[in-house]
Nanobody, 123 residues
């Protein structure tokens, strides 16, 4: 069983930055494929970024260049650095894990989810 806990959300002005964290349980965290998703009110949960066990990353097109996913396997933690935030980035951000080496951009491929952290970007 993998437990995920997100933190770091909050209210920020457009153009600002936030850093989200996702703390994971499990002694084999370093082998997990991890991802960030987000869900805005009335919308489907959408892919933001993923990071595999070697640190290789994939981003949704709109986030590339603004968001950076990283992980610290010694701390069992994944991060999402978000810069140049826009009002349309407002959503609940979720971290997700799958106990495989490869990542996916499909939410159905992730078995474990955190409770989410709210990010609100004001204009």
């Amino acid at each position: 069983q993998v437990q995920l806990v997100e933190s770091g959300g909050g209210l920020v002005q457009a153009g600002g930055s936030l850093r989200l964290s996702c703390a994971a349980s499990g002694q084999t965290f370093r082998t997990y494929a991890m991802a960030w998703f987000r869900q805005a009110p009335g919308k489907e949960r959408e892919f933001v970024a993923s990071i595999n066990w070697t640190g290789g990353t994939t981003y949704y097109a709109d986030m590339k260049g603004r968001f950076t996913a990283s992980r610290d396997n010694n701390k069992n933690t994944m991060y999402l650095q978000m810069n140049s935030l826009k009002p349309e980035d407002t959503a609940v951000y979720y971290c997700a894990a799958r106990t495989t080496y490869s990542t996916s951009s499909q939410k159905e491929d992730y078995r474990y989810w955190g409770q989410g952290t709210q990010v609100t970007v004001s204009s």
